[in-house]
């Protein structure tokens, strides 16, 4: 056991980090982001779309610049965790570091708090919630780190959510159409040009699981390690770009940076689906601490 995990020193490591990462991702959009924005922004021929994506690179150098916010929308805090099997840790006192460094972040900014009641649409201003940050957690064999990814999902683009459950005879074909009329029903509303998941197979829960893993923690660029569904992947993309629906719904030839698809196995007679979009500044960032508590940030 490390000193770090024996006298609880990497619970407050944790909460640091955490209310760190929340900060980053609002503020320091990633580098494969910005490639693609900057990739659309010089292959964009008409002058509308090419203005609106100038707009966003400039919107990027100002947040660079003064340290600024991306967008206003802090989003609902979510935290993708993978815990290596060889760490000592109390999951629970995990999960309560990462709830604090997020109010941390919120009250000490400040940012503004985006998280309420369903129904009584209280907010307490600290960005958390029953249940909220939403922290999945995943657990990595033979390994002694502790990797936490935190996105701060938007409104806008999380309203752009669908799921359909096909049926197998409805085959590939109809799981394509549902993907391309998801995009057509989601058209300007969350902030194009953005980053479809898709989810494909498993339960109904399971497949929003993936189409927001796919969306959100996907670098854009990347390719799923199934060749058939990588080659799916790239199909959807250049039929979604053909829509015209472009930036910020303004025609082009770029609607989506990304279309990144997850699957898994599901029952014999059923074919679910789900879409999950997120907008042009897909917000992210990365830490890793090793057994010893020393933390190196990324996207």
Known sequence: MTTASVNGELYSIVEDTAKSLYIKALKDL???????????YETETEDTPKKVLSTMLEAIAISDDKQRLLCQDTGIPLYFVKVGSRLNIDIPRLQEAIVRGTERATVEHPLRSSVCHPIKRTNHQTSTGYRI?????????????LEILMVPKGSGSENMSFLKM???AEGIRGVKKFIIDSV???GANPCPPFVIGVGLG???????KLAK????????????DDPDIAAL??????????LGIG?????GKTTALALNIEYAYTHITQNPVAVNIQCWPARRARAKIDAYGRVEFGY
């Open 166 to 168: 096909l049926i197998p």
């Open 247 to 251: 930036p910020m719904g303004l025609g």
């Open 184 to 186: 057509l029903e989601a």
């Open 213 to 224: 893993l796919a969306a959100v923690t996907r670098p854009l660029g990347s390719r799923n």
């Open 233 to 242: 992947e790239e199909e959807l993309l250049e039929a979604v770009n053909q």
């Open 202 to 208: 498993g339960t109904a829960d399971l497949c929003v």
């Open 30 to 40: 990633p580098p494969d982001v910005r490639q693609a924005l900057q990739k659309a």
């Open 133 to 145: 940050p939403l922290i999945n957690l995943d657990f990595v064999k033979d390994d002694d780190t």
